[in-house]
C-alpha cells in the first residue's frame, strides 16, 4: 500500500525569503509528531491536536459529568480500556475515563461493582458523595471487526475451495486489543455461501468478521473462478511469424493471453497440434495472480485431455495482426489477426477503431488515415485507455450494518488517480489514505470505510495572553473566549502592536480552559512609499503606514498603474530606511498580471515578438515577473515580461498576491502549480495553514500552502 505523507501542523510558513518567516518560532519542538513537507522548503511542523482527538483523550477534553447531574441506574458510555493486567490499574484508568467531578472538580471516588467475568472489564460502577451513592452501567464503544483486502479474490478452478478457506483467514482486522484480564484477541472470519464451484466463473460472497468482543460488518466480496480454456474451440491459421504473436481467448468475460509453445519446431507447409499456456489477464493486461499462493493464474493445453485444433503454416498469404496495448500498464491486451491475400495490406484507421474488443477501451490518440502491413511489418501496436468507472461504497464501521451510508462514483480510465469527493456528511475516513484513489479497471466497485465525526465539544474556554518579543513582558488586555474543539482562533495584536510571526496569528482550540501565549512587536516603525512612473520619472502616488521593523506588507499600486518589479509587491519595513521608492507602469486596459514560473521545471526560455528563440538568455525556475501583455503567435499563447522578451503561457501560471490562513474541515487533497493531483500527499483535518497567493489551476480557484502545493478553495475556509 501506498504511504501518504500527511502534513499536520498550527501554522506553517513558506520560505523566509518570499514571506520573513521566523523559523525560529516555527521550528520550536513538539510534544508530538513531527512532518516534513515534501516541498522545496523543508517544513517543520507542530500539533497537538491529533492525538488529543483519540477516543480516550476526548473524554478528558469533554466537560467534566458533576455528581449532582450523574443518574443513578444509568447507563454510560466509555473508550475500550485494552492491555490492564490489574484491576486497580484499570479501575484508574476508567475512573479518570468517566471523568464523575464534585462541585470543586475533584474526581469522586468510584467503586467497580461488577466486572465481566471473561473479559475483566467492569459492567456497573458506583460514586459515593456526602452519604449518597450512584450506580451506573458502563458500555463499551469496542471497535468493530472489519474485513480487509481487495475487494476481489482470484483463484483458479483447480484449487478453488482450498484458496479460499486459506485466504479467509487472512481477510480479519480489528482494533480491539488485549481485554483486562490480559486475553489476546483474536479475528476470525466466516463465508456465505462457504462452498464455491469451481464452475462458476464470478461469486459474489458475504465474509464476516468477528473477534472476542463482538461480530463487525458483513461485507461482500467478489471470488473470481478462472477456468481453463476450451481448448479445442481455438482455431488458427496463420503464417510462421504470426505464431509467435499470442492471441486471446475470452469467455465468461474473463480474458487469457494464449501463447504456443511449441511453434519454434515446424516451418511453413507443416500442421501440428499446438501447445498452449493460458495465463490469466485482467482488463488491462497484467497477469492475474492468485490471492494465496500469488503466482499467476495460468493452463496448459498439454496437461488437458481436451486437445486443441491443429494449426496448418500458410506461406502464401499474408498474414497480419493489429495488438492493442494498455497505454497505463504498457501491457497488451487485445490482437486481432486477419490475413490478406498479395504480399501487402492497407488498413484504414476507422478499422483499427472497429477492431476494439468492446465498449471498455478507447483509442489513446486518433489513428492514422490508413496503415500499411507487409512480411517485415505484419505486426501493429495501438495504445489504448481502459475505462474504470468505480463505485466507492462508504461503510460505517461503527455500526452492524452491511449496506453502505452512501455511494459515489469516480470516472477515469485505469491508473487515475482521483480525490474523493463526496465523503459522507458526519464521517471520516478510517484511513487518510483512501483519500487518494487509484482507479482499477478490474474493481468496479470498492469499499471505503468511515467512522462518525467525534462529537463537536462546544463553549470550551480559552484565554490569550500577549507579550512584548524583545522584552518578554505582557503588553495589551488579555482577551477571553469561548469555541468549538478544533476550532482555529484567530488573534488580533493589541493596539500599537503587531503579531510577530505567522505562527502568533491564531492557536487551534483543544481543551477547556486553554492557557495561549502570542508573542507581539511594538508597530513603532514608520514607512513611506513612493510610486513613480517607471516612463516619467514622475510620482503618481504614495502609501503610508506604521509597523515593526523587519515585518513585510502587501503593497497596493496606484489605480491605474502596475507594479514594474513583481519582487516590490512584498516591502520589508527598515527602520533605517523608512522611505523608499517603487517603480510602477500604467496599465490603462487593466492588463497587467503577476506571474510565476512553475517551480518543477528548469530554466524558462526567452522568445523575441515574433516568436523567435533568444539563445542568450533565459529566467530561472519558480521566480516571479509582472506581465503587460498576452500575445499569440502561432497559436502559441505568450506572456511579455520584458521589452521584446516573452515566455510561454505554459511555463507560468498567473497569480493574486495575498496574506491570509486557510483551514481544513477534514483530510484535504494537495495539487501542485500545474493543477495536478499531489499523490501521496495529504493535508489532515482541522489545521491551519498560511497562504500567500490565490491562482485559478485548471479553471479551479486555489490557495498556495506551500511552494509547489496547493488546496481547492472549496476544500478549505478562508480566515
Given at each position: 500500500?501506498?504511504?501518504?505523507?500527511?502534513?499536520?501542523?498550527?501554522?506553517?510558513?513558506?520560505?523566509?525569503?518570499?514571506?520573513?518567516?521566523?523559523?525560529?518560532?516555527?521550528?520550536?519542538?513538539?510534544?508530538?509528531?513531527?512532518?516534513?513537507?515534501?516541498?522545496?522548503?523543508?517544513?517543520?511542523?507542530?500539533?497537538?491536536?491529533?492525538?488529543?482527538?483519540?477516543?480516550?483523550?476526548?473524554?478528558?477534553?469533554?466537560?467534566?459529568?458533576?455528581?449532582?447531574?450523574?443518574?443513578?441506574?444509568?447507563?454510560?458510555?466509555?473508550?475500550?480500556?485494552?492491555?490492564?493486567?490489574?484491576?486497580?490499574?484499570?479501575?484508574?484508568?476508567?475512573?479518570?475515563?468517566?471523568?464523575?467531578?464534585?462541585?470543586?472538580?475533584?474526581?469522586?471516588?468510584?467503586?467497580?461493582?461488577?466486572?465481566?467475568?471473561?473479559?475483566?472489564?467492569?459492567?456497573?460502577?458506583?460514586?459515593?458523595?456526602?452519604?449518597?451513592?450512584?450506580?451506573?452501567?458502563?458500555?463499551?464503544?469496542?471497535?468493530?471487526?472489519?474485513?480487509?483486502?481487495?475487494?476481489?479474490?482470484?483463484?483458479?478452478?483447480?484449487?478453488?475451495?482450498?484458496?479460499?478457506?486459506?485466504?479467509?483467514?487472512?481477510?480479519?482486522?480489528?482494533?480491539?486489543?488485549?481485554?483486562?484480564?490480559?486475553?489476546?484477541?483474536?479475528?476470525?472470519?466466516?463465508?456465505?455461501?462457504?462452498?464455491?464451484?469451481?464452475?462458476?466463473?464470478?461469486?459474489?460472497?458475504?465474509?464476516?468478521?468477528?473477534?472476542?468482543?463482538?461480530?463487525?460488518?458483513?461485507?461482500?466480496?467478489?471470488?473470481?473462478?478462472?477456468?481453463?480454456?476450451?481448448?479445442?474451440?481455438?482455431?488458427?491459421?496463420?503464417?510462421?511469424?504470426?505464431?509467435?504473436?499470442?492471441?486471446?481467448?475470452?469467455?465468461?468475460?474473463?480474458?487469457?493471453?494464449?501463447?504456443?509453445?511449441?511453434?519454434?519446431?515446424?516451418?511453413?507447409?507443416?500442421?501440428?497440434?499446438?501447445?498452449?499456456?493460458?495465463?490469466?489477464?485482467?482488463?488491462?493486461?497484467?497477469?492475474?495472480?492468485?490471492s494465496v499462493t500469488k503466482n499467476a493464474i495460468t493452463f496448459t493445453s498439454k496437461d488437458s485431455k481436451n486437445a486443441p485444433a491443429p494449426i496448418t503454416i500458410d506461406s502464401t498469404n499474408l498474414y497480419y495482426t493489429i495488438v492493442f496495448r494498455d497505454a497505463n500498464s504498457g501491457r497488451d491486451v487485445y490482437s486481432v489477426e486477419k490475413s490478406a491475400t498479395g504480399t501487402t495490406a492497407t488498413v484504414s484507421g476507422s478499422e483499427i477503431t472497429k477492431d476494439l474488443p468492446d465498449g471498455k477501451y478507447t483509442l489513446a490518440k486518433t489513428p492514422d488515415d490508413s496503415y500499411t502491413f507487409d512480411a517485415d511489418d505484419a505486426t501493429k501496436t495501438f495504445d489504448v485507455n481502459t475505462k474504470a468507472d468505480t463505485t466507492i461504497n462508504y461503510i460505517d464501521t461503527a455500526i452492524k450494518s452491511d449496506k453502505p451510508v452512501s455511494t459515489e462514483t469516480l470516472s477515469g480510465n485505469d491508473g487515475s488517480t482521483l480525490p474523493l469527493a463526496s465523503i459522507p456528511e458526519g464521517y471520516q475516513l478510517n484511513s487518510y489514505s483512501d483519500l487518494i484513489?487509484?482507479?482499477?479497471?478490474?474493481?468496479?466497485?470498492?469499499?471505503?470505510?468511515?467512522?462518525?465525526?467525534?462529537?463537536?465539544?462546544?463553549?470550551?474556554?480559552?484565554?490569550?495572553?500577549?507579550?512584548?518579543?524583545?522584552?518578554?513582558?505582557?503588553?495589551?488586555?488579555?482577551?477571553?473566549?469561548?469555541?468549538?474543539?478544533?476550532?482555529?482562533?484567530?488573534?488580533?495584536?493589541?493596539?500599537?502592536?503587531?503579531?510577530?510571526?505567522?505562527?502568533?496569528?491564531?492557536?487551534?482550540?483543544?481543551?477547556?480552559?486553554?492557557?495561549?501565549?502570542?508573542?507581539?512587536?511594538?508597530?513603532?516603525?514608520?514607512?513611506?512609499?513612493?510610486?513613480?512612473?517607471?516612463?516619467?520619472?514622475?510620482?503618481?502616488?504614495?502609501?503610508?503606514?506604521?509597523?515593526?521593523?523587519?515585518?513585510?506588507?502587501?503593497?497596493?499600486?496606484?489605480?491605474?498603474?502596475?507594479?514594474?518589479?513583481?519582487?516590490?509587491?512584498?516591502?520589508?519595513?527598515?527602520?533605517?530606511?523608512?522611505?523608499?521608492?517603487?517603480?510602477?507602469?500604467?496599465?490603462?486596459?487593466?492588463?497587467?498580471?503577476?506571474?510565476?514560473?512553475?517551480?518543477?521545471?528548469?530554466?524558462?526560455?526567452?522568445?523575441?515578438?515574433?516568436?523567435?528563440?533568444?539563445?542568450?538568455?533565459?529566467?530561472?525556475?519558480?521566480?516571479?515577473?509582472?506581465?503587460?501583455?498576452?500575445?499569440?503567435?502561432?497559436?502559441?499563447?505568450?506572456?511579455?515580461?520584458?521589452?521584446?522578451?516573452?515566455?510561454?503561457?505554459?511555463?507560468?501560471?498567473?497569480?493574486?498576491?495575498?496574506?491570509?490562513?486557510?483551514?481544513?474541515?477534514?483530510?484535504?487533497?494537495?495539487?501542485?502549480?500545474?493543477?495536478?493531483?499531489?499523490?501521496?500527499?495529504?493535508?489532515?483535518?482541522?489545521?491551519?495553514?498560511?497562504?500567500?497567493?490565490?491562482?485559478?489551476?485548471?479553471?479551479?480557484?486555489?490557495?498556495?500552502?506551500?511552494?509547489?502545493?496547493?488546496?481547492?478553495?472549496?476544500?478549505?475556509?478562508?480566515?
Open positions: 500500500m501506498k504511504k501518504y505523507k500527511m502534513m499536520a501542523l498550527t501554522g506553517i510558513l513558506l520560505s523566509s525569503t518570499i514571506l520573513g518567516a521566523n523559523t525560529s518560532i516555527i521550528q520550536a519542538a513538539s510534544t508530538t509528531s513531527k512532518t516534513e513537507s515534501s516541498s522545496a522548503n523543508p517544513i517543520q511542523v507542530i500539533n497537538a491536536l491529533d492525538d488529543l482527538l483519540t477516543s480516550t483523550t476526548t473524554n478528558k477534553v469533554n466537560a467534566q459529568t458533576q455528581f449532582s447531574d450523574l443518574v443513578d441506574g444509568s447507563t454510560v458510555k466509555a473508550a475500550p480500556i485494552f492491555g490492564k493486567q490489574t484491576s486497580a490499574e484499570f479501575a484508574n484508568t476508567l475512573q479518570s475515563e468517566l471523568n464523575v467531578v464534585n462541585s470543586s472538580k475533584q474526581l469522586v471516588p468510584m467503586t467497580v461493582v461488577k466486572s465481566n467475568t471473561t473479559t475483566g472489564f467492569a459492567e456497573k460502577v458506583s460514586y459515593t458523595l456526602d452519604g449518597t451513592t450512584k450506580t451506573v452501567s458502563v458500555d463499551y464503544n469496542f471497535a468493530l471487526p472489519r474485513v480487509t483486502g481487495s475487494q476481489y479474490m482470484n483463484f483458479s478452478s483447480k484449487d478453488t475451495q482450498t484458496n479460499l478457506n486459506t485466504a479467509l483467514s487472512a481477510t480479519g482486522s480489528t482494533d480491539n486489543s488485549t481485554d483486562a484480564n490480559g486475553n489476546t484477541n483474536s479475528v476470525s472470519v466466516s463465508a456465505s455461501p462457504n462452498a464455491i464451484k469451481s464452475t462458476d466463473a464470478s461469486t459474489d460472497v458475504k465474509l464476516t468478521p468477528s473477534d472476542n468482543y463482538a461480530p463487525g460488518n458483513s461485507i461482500t466480496r467478489t471470488v473470481n473462478v478462472y477456468q481453463e480454456p476450451d481448448w479445442s474451440s481455438i482455431k488458427r491459421t496463420t503464417d510462421a511469424a504470426g505464431l509467435k504473436v499470442p492471441t486471446y481467448y475470452t469467455k465468461d468475460g474473463q480474458t487469457s493471453r494464449l501463447d504456443i509453445t511449441n511453434a519454434s519446431d515446424y516451418k511453413p507447409g507443416e500442421t501440428f497440434t499446438p501447445e498452449y499456456k493460458a495465463t490469466a489477464i485482467s482488463s488491462n493486461g497484467r497477469d492475474v495472480t492468485d484513489q487509484t482507479l482499477n479497471a478490474d474493481q468496479p466497485t470498492k469499499d471505503v470505510y468511515v467512522t462518525p465525526l467525534k462529537s463537536i465539544v462546544k463553549d470550551l474556554g480559552y484565554t490569550v495572553t500577549f507579550k512584548d518579543k524583545d522584552t518578554g513582558k505582557t503588553v495589551g488586555t488579555a482577551v477571553n473566549g469561548t469555541g468549538n474543539l478544533g476550532d482555529y482562533i484567530g488573534v488580533t495584536a493589541p493596539d500599537g502592536y503587531v503579531l510577530s510571526t505567522l505562527a502568533d496569528n491564531g492557536f487551534l482550540l483543544f481543551k477547556n480552559g486553554q492557557n495561549v501565549t502570542k508573542y507581539v512587536t511594538a508597530a513603532n516603525t514608520p514607512y513611506n512609499i513612493s510610486y513613480v512612473d517607471n516612463d516619467s520619472n514622475e510620482e503618481v502616488g504614495t502609501q503610508a503606514g506604521k509597523g515593526a521593523d523587519g515585518a513585510k506588507v502587501t503593497l497596493t499600486s496606484p489605480k491605474g498603474y502596475t507594479f514594474t518589479n513583481a519582487n516590490d509587491i512584498y516591502y520589508t519595513i527598515d527602520k533605517d530606511t523608512p522611505n523608499a521608492k517603487v517603480y510602477v507602469t500604467k496599465d490603462n486596459d487593466n492588463s497587467a498580471k503577476v506571474v510565476s514560473t512553475y517551480p518543477d521545471g528548469g530554466y524558462v526560455k526567452i522568445y523575441d515578438e515574433n516568436g523567435k528563440l533568444n539563445d542568450d538568455v533565459v529566467i530561472s525556475k519558480g521566480t516571479d515577473w509582472v506581465t503587460d501583455q498576452t500575445k499569440t503567435i502561432d497559436g502559441v499563447q505568450y506572456y511579455r515580461v520584458a521589452t521584446n522578451q516573452y515566455i510561454k503561457a505554459s511555463s507560468a501560471y498567473t497569480y493574486e498576491p495575498m496574506s491570509n490562513v486557510v483551514t481544513t474541515p477534514r483530510v484535504t487533497p494537495v495539487y501542485n502549480s500545474k493543477g495536478q493531483l499531489v499523490v501521496d500527499l495529504v493535508l489532515d483535518k482541522d489545521t491551519p495553514w498560511y497562504t500567500d497567493r490565490s491562482a485559478r489551476l485548471r479553471g479551479v480557484k486555489m490557495y498556495r500552502v506551500a511552494t509547489d502545493e496547493w488546496v481547492k478553495s472549496g476544500d478549505v475556509n478562508l480566515y
